[in-house]
């Protein structure tokens, strides 16, 4: 058997971390099985073999990102010696971008840091692009949107300079939408989405799309125009390859979510069937989670038995980490039950929503109880629907 060189492969792996940054998933899939057969031939070598590991791991990562494929435990990877600037920059960044997916947020900052001070010895600047783009999401995730919109620009500015990074730019244009979302400038935000749509539509990328339409319909949750969220979701719905995606799931949460607050129940009672028979098969217990809470709020009758099973799922959303979802769902049972007139149980949810965004509340007696029964509920006292597509 013919011994291929350490640096040959260690060209081929430069070549497939290009593909992995441009997100160009046809050409990233046809190098990574090409990779597989080349490594088996190649003489020893610890660094490259580090280096593959490190991509493969950003590869996985992009595909989840771009094709919703679903992410096994990665196996943790020992710390490079100080040998490679770049690779140990990646190490750093690769273990803050699994962190940041595990929901695990304050490890992924620590080690967002140590990457940003490993980067300053690399002179490439589509790598501070793509550094900029992961922090932005992670400081949008934290609701830190001024900090976000410093990172993304500097990105934006970046990938326009660069051909080939097109669908980069989409991303950032999706992230700088969310954090004008966030500080309530709707129309600049929509601005932003239909510039990440215009250049998907460009690029005839169609997964793209959907994901598009899923993150623009978010922006139409968020001001209340359901029948424009409706239309978007069931656009991003309309891809084959999208249905089969782990995305799928929450875009239809969120269709069923809208069409239950329009009083669009039978349609909605039809997906609940569909994406039943779905988790049969394909397990995914957030969404699962999510989708019997919906349906015990808005289709069981008892006052009692719809308040502890809709507290069963909000516990097992904590049980799961999801604190967005705990924070918005118990929102939106307050909000059912207060206009159910059950006041005493959309007191609870209320409570529990609290303290999801702020853990060291109290009541430190019974009139600050009080007040806070008769806070009447705004469209934006918690922020709703989140769960971005391709930036996570």
């Known amino acids: ?6 640096e040959q492969v260690g060209n081929r792996l430069n070549d497939w971390r290009i593909a992995i940054r441009k997100h160009d998933v046809h050409s990233a899939k046809a190098m990574y099985a090409e990779l597989k057969v080349l490594l088996q031939e190649m003489e020893e070598n610890q660094e490259v073999l580090t280096y593959y590991s490190l991509l493969e791991g950003k590869y996985k990562l992009m595909l989840y990102e771009r094709r919703g494929e679903k992410l096994k435990e990665q196996t943790d990877l020992d710390c490079p010696s100080k040998t490679n600037d770049l690779i140990e920059y990646y190490f750093y960044l690769y273990k803050a971008l699994y962190a940041s997916y595990k929901r695990d947020y304050a490890s992924a900052i620590g080690l967002f840091e140590i990457a940003e001070k490993k980067l300053q010895h690399i002179p490439d600047e589509i790598e501070v692009a793509e550094f900029h783009t992961k922090i932005a999401n992670l400081y949008m995730l934290l609701r830190q949107s ?4 410093h990172y993304i620009q500097n990105a934006i500015d970046i990938f326009k300079s660069h051909e080939g990074y097109e669908r980069r730019l989409a991303t950032a244009f999706v992230i700088a939408a969310a954090n004008y979302m966030d500080i309530g400038d709707f129309r600049r935000a929509e601005t ?3 510039k990440a749509l215009h250049t998907a539509e460009s690029l005839n990328d169609h ?7 899923h993150n623009i319909s978010i922006l139409y949750a968020e001001v209340g125009k359901s029948k424009k969220c409706i239309d978007a979701l069931e656009k991003a719905l309309s891809h084959e390859d999208y249905l089969s995606s782990s995305y799928f799931h929450h875009t239809m949460f969120m269709l069923m979510k809208e069409l239950l607050s329009i009083d669009e129940r039978t349609q909605a009672l039809y997906y609940f069937e569909l994406v039943k028979q779905k988790h049969a098969t394909e397990k995914c217990p957030i969404y699962t989670a999510k989708m019997n809470l919906l349906y015990h709020l808005y289709f069981t009758n008892d006052m009692a038995q719809k308040a502890r099973a809709c507290f069963a799922e909000i516990s097992i959303l904590k049980e799961l980490r999801d604190a967005e979802g705990v924070c918005e769902l118990s929102a939106l049972a307050a909000k059912h039950f207060e206009e159910l007139g059950a006041t005493h149980q959309a007191y609870h949810f209320l409570k529990e929503a609290y303290h999801m965004k702020h853990p060291i509340i109290d009541w ?8 806070f029964i008769d806070f009447r509920f ?10 971005y597509q391709f930036i996570k």
């Open 1 to 6: 058997m013919t011994i291929i060189s350490a």
């Open 146 to 149: 001024l900090v976000s919109l």
């Open 192 to 194: 932003y989405y239909k």
């Open 207 to 213: 997964f793209l799309i959907s994901q598009l339409h």
């Open 364 to 371: 430190r007696n019974s009139n600050e109880k009080n007040e």
């Open 378 to 387: 705004k469209h934006r006292s918690f922020r709703t629907n989140r769960g």
